[in-house]
């Protein structure tokens, strides 16, 4: 059976019993704070984020976390953003649907990202540059790959500006 998602198809005895193992799953493994405060996993953590194995598939425990607090399935393509920067953090109160820009911006703008080249005003100055320059030219001057002007001129990325 592909696992995609725990709201798949109708609540039946089966699946509640699959969800509250789930939870229960989550539950043994997370060492939670005071209210408000970040809830840590403490099972397996992958490159920083935590994991945890649904059915034989690896999954990232936030979406998982988010799928439960919410009661639904994650969006194709959809993000899940923290608002705590704390990449082990499953507190439902501090995950939110958003995309991959949005998980940028957010680091960006917290500072962090400290590698990241670009901020909301280069952005702004990259657009106008579009008006007489082409996009390879603004990526040698910027130092940026021609994609990211690409995804930039597109809206693709930094859409919110």
């Known amino acids: 059976m592909s696992w995609t998602t725990i ?4 609540l039946t005895v089966k699946s509640l019993a699959r969800i509250q193992s789930i939870t229960a799953a989550i539950h043994r493994k997370t060492r939670k ?4 405060e970040c809830w840590i996993w403490t099972g397996t953590v992958v490159k920083g984020f935590g994991k945890m194995t649904v059915e034989g ?10 799928e439960l607090a919410n009661r639904e399935k994650i969006p194709e ?3 899940i953003l923290r608002s705590c920067s704390n990449l082990t953090c499953v507190n439902p109160d501090h995950l939110s649907l958003g ?3 949005d998980i940028m911006s957010s680091l960006v703008a917290r500072d962090k990202w400290p590698a990241a080249k670009l901020t909301r ?6 657009r106008e540059k579009l008006k007489f ?3 390879k ?3 040698k001057e910027e130092g940026l790959n021609v994609a990211t002007i690409g995804r930039i001129k597109r809206r693709e990325s930094w859409k919110e500006i």
């Not at 704070?33 to 408000?36: F, I, K, T, V």
């Not at 005003?121 to 990259?126: A, F, M, P, R, S």
Request: include cysteine.
């Open 7 to 10: 709201w798949d198809g109708p």
């Open 33 to 36: 704070g005071e209210r408000g």
């Open 57 to 66: 598939r690896q999954l990232y425990v936030h979406r998982v976390a988010w």
């Open 77 to 79: 393509g959809a993000s």
């Open 99 to 101: 995309c991959q820009g």
């Open 121 to 126: 005003e280069k952005v702004l100055q990259i």
């Open 133 to 135: 320059m082409t996009q």
């Open 137 to 139: 030219q603004i990526a």
